[in-house]
């Protein structure tokens, strides 16, 4: 139904005239129903980075960090996410446990777009941060709970085309997916 509105000249409006909803009033002599859309509230997506393993125990990488990041169409995009140094080893394990939150929502990443981890140590010799190697997670394989993500030869490819196991052991980056509700 249509509300009619009854309203004399020298009545204050209490919202500013200039209004969308106040113009429809002047210009129809009705006002409609509100119109709600409900929209999915975006949801932050988090991930615990465990440990990632090395078949030969080179334990003795300066500051080993874990990049993460979004890449789609071969590009990165939005803000790469570092952890911490690790300072942690266990066996051929170096261990972060730390919980790193992307910038973008789990709804801002689009499908077929990936989520690139990079470990990186720092060579004392080049006097810069090197990758040792790469993990990732397509967008459509997030899901709450532990993941386990296979490591590749470095470089990155952000197209994910070419793929090289870094080794044939089974070794991997271990992560947690954290997933906020809406």
């Not at 009854?6 to 209490?14: I, K, P």
């Not at 975006?42 to 990049?67: C, H, M, Q, W, Y």
Request: hydrophobic share 35%; proline share 5%; net charge neutral.
């Amino acid at each position: 139904g249509e509300t009619i509105i009854c309203a004399s000249d020298d009545e204050e409006a209490e919202d500013d005239e200039n209004t969308p909803g106040n113009l429809k009033k002047k210009a129809f002599g009705f006002a409609s129903p509100p119109t709600t859309t409900t929209k999915a509230k975006p949801r932050a997506l988090r991930f615990e980075v465990g440990k990632i393993g090395f078949k030969d125990e080179t334990l003795n990488l300066v500051d080993p960090t874990i990049s993460a990041y979004v890449v789609a169409g071969g590009k990165i995009t939005g803000v790469q996410v570092d952890t911490k140094v690790s300072e942690k080893h266990e066996g051929k394990y170096f261990v972060f446990n730390e919980e790193i939150q992307m910038h973008q929502t789990l709804e801002a990443i689009t499908p077929g777009s990936a989520i690139v981890f990079e470990f990186k140590h720092f060579k004392k010799d080049k006097n810069k941060k090197s990758t040792k190697c790469w993990a990732m997670i397509d967008r459509e394989d997030l899901k709450d709970g532990p993941a386990v993500l296979e490591l590749y030869k470095k470089p990155v490819d952000l197209r994910r085309k070419n793929l090289s196991l870094f080794t044939v052991k089974p070794l991997y980056l271990h992560i947690d997916v954290r997933i906020d509700k809406a």
